[in-house]
């Protein structure tokens, strides 16, 4: 069964600051992984997925993510982040089933 | 299209009561899913459909839990005889199942919070 990681359970910034939340999966066969957001008291919004393809993903609000089967990784980086970035991320997988396994959030943290 | 909704938003119940989420899923999809999430984690999958038939159940936390999609539109989600253990966010999502039928993610609605004094 996949199983997703994510390496930090918070990370602090500074406004404008680049960012990078660390995912690792444990599965490459047919594999597709999204990145979630998450606002307080809020369902969770597709920020970005990788299906298949190039392995450079862009997304919404500026982010993007990297596809890397060597390392098993699909970590998730902004170049300058701001204020309203501030949220949970949530990384999530699947081997072509039917079910989404989560990673445990990171909380990204964005100073002024 | 006005995404997915659930309702309640929020729900306090008792010990032992029994609750009853709804979710209403984008009109054109046919798949399914329920999540629950706890304080601090990330969502757990409990349970999907695809159309009226009820595909994965074997995630449901105990017998507690049932769900049901009778006409391929709504779905709900009962938990009996509650817990304070049970007290979480109910997320539900869907999706269109075509080719694989990740192109377009799985789209969440906002949630039920659910909490068991």
């Known amino acids: 069964a996949q199983s997703v990681t994510q390496l930090d359970s918070q990370v602090p910034v500074f406004e404008e600051a680049p960012v990078e939340l660390r995912c690792n999966y444990s599965s490459s066969v047919s594999v597709y992984l999204f990145w979630y957001v998450q606002y307080p008291n809020q369902g969770l919004q597709l920020l970005l997925k990788y299906l298949s393809g190039s392995t450079l993903v862009k997304g919404i609000n500026g982010f993007e993510a990297e596809f890397n089967k060597s390392q098993t990784s699909f970590h998730l980086r902004k170049p300058s982040v701001h204020i309203s970035d501030t949220a949970e991320y949530f990384c999530?997988?699947?081997?072509?089933?039917?079910?989404?396994?989560f990673g445990g959030g990171t909380r990204l943290m964005v100073k002024p | 299209d006005t995404g997915v909704s659930q309702n309640p938003r929020h729900k306090i119940t008792k010990r032992g009561q029994n609750v009853t989420f709804r979710c209403d899923p984008i009109s054109e999809h046919n798949r399914l899913y329920w999540y629950r999430q706890t304080l601090g984690q990330g969502p757990e999958f409990l349970t999907y459909?695809?159309?009226?038939?009820?595909?994965?159940k074997s995630r449901l936390l105990s017998d507690r839990f049932s769900a049901e999609r009778p006409k391929g539109s709504f779905s709900t989600l009962e938990i009996q005889r509650t817990e304070q253990g049970d007290s979480a966010m109910y997320l539900c999502a869907s999706s269109l199942d075509m080719a694989g039928g990740y192109g377009y993610g799985y789209t969440f609605g906002s949630g039920t919070r659910l909490t068991v004094v």
């Open positions: 459909f695809q159309n009226e038939a009820q595909l994965e």
């Open positions: 999530a997988a699947t081997n072509a089933g039917n079910m989404l396994t």
